[in-house]
């Protein structure tokens, strides 16, 4: 059974950072694409960023292309999503989720505030 | 980026009811198309994938059709569980974009 447990989140002031982590089991994470996914409170869903099984290729969503980093660490089943310079409109739920989105993980809340 | 238009935004509708939810590409996506619902305060959970392939253990009164731009969620007997937000996904290109969703309510 695939299974994603976020965690990381929290309470950080704008300007801050913070890194999220996402362990996966049930299947070969370092076979597959992850990706990170937000919502906003009472907002929609926003693709945040994707990497390739190894690591090797990245995209980004604009909104925070520049100030976040995805990276994953195979040996240890775990997708990472460094966040740097974070301002009030990046409070949001995060969610990781396999290439196939099914299932995402519970998510974990970040909140930038002073 | 493609943007992906969905309609209606909201929707009151009683058991038993027949719901159809669309969602529109501003280009073509074949059929990269995701439906998800997700219910208050849990991660959304993926219905349909390819535009029409239904996922394990969905039931099957959710269908979906389309292709290029033009693509249709179908509940074809609304039950009580199904009051959620529904939300297509594109999966052709980066970024990968949502619509807007649409909150289906109890009438």
């Known amino acids: 059974e695939v299974q994603l447990v976020e965690s990381g989140g929290g309470l950080v002031q704008p300007g801050g950072s913070l890194r999220l982590s996402c362990a996966a089991s049930?299947?070969?994470?370092?076979?597959?694409?992850m990706h990170w996914v937000r919502q906003a409170p009472g907002k929609g869903l926003v693709w945040v960023s994707r990497?390739?099984?190894?690591?090797?290729?990245?995209n980004y969503a604009d909104s925070v292309k520049g100030r976040f980093t995805i990276s994953r660490d195979n040996a240890k089943n775990t997708l990472y999503l460094q966040m740097n310079s974070l301002r009030a409109e990046d409070t949001a739920v995060y969610y990781c989720?396999?290439?196939?989105?099914?299932?995402w993980g519970q998510g974990t809340l970040v909140t930038v505030s002073s | 980026d493609i943007q992906m238009t969905q309609s209606p935004s909201s929707l009151s509708a009683s058991v038993g009811d027949r719901v159809t939810i669309t969602c529109r590409a501003s280009?073509?996506?074949?059929?990269?198309l995701n439906w998800f619902h997700q219910k208050p305060g849990k991660a959304p959970k993926l219905l349909i994938n390819?535009?029409?392939s239904l996922q394990s253990g969905v039931p099957s009164r959710f269908s979906g059709s389309g292709s290029g731009t033009d693509f249709t969620l179908t509940i074809s007997s609304l039950q009580p569980e199904d009051f959620a937000t529904y939300y297509c996904?594109?999966?052709?290109?980066?970024?990968?974009?949502f619509g807007g969703g649409t909150k289906v309510e109890i009438k």
């Open positions: 996904q594109q999966t052709y290109s980066t970024p990968l974009t």
């Open positions: 390819a535009a029409s």
């Open positions: 989720a396999p290439n196939w989105f099914d299932p």
């Open positions: 990497i390739n099984g190894d690591g090797s290729y990245t």
């Open positions: 049930g299947f070969t994470f370092s076979s597959y694409w």
């Open positions: 280009q073509s996506i074949s059929n990269y």
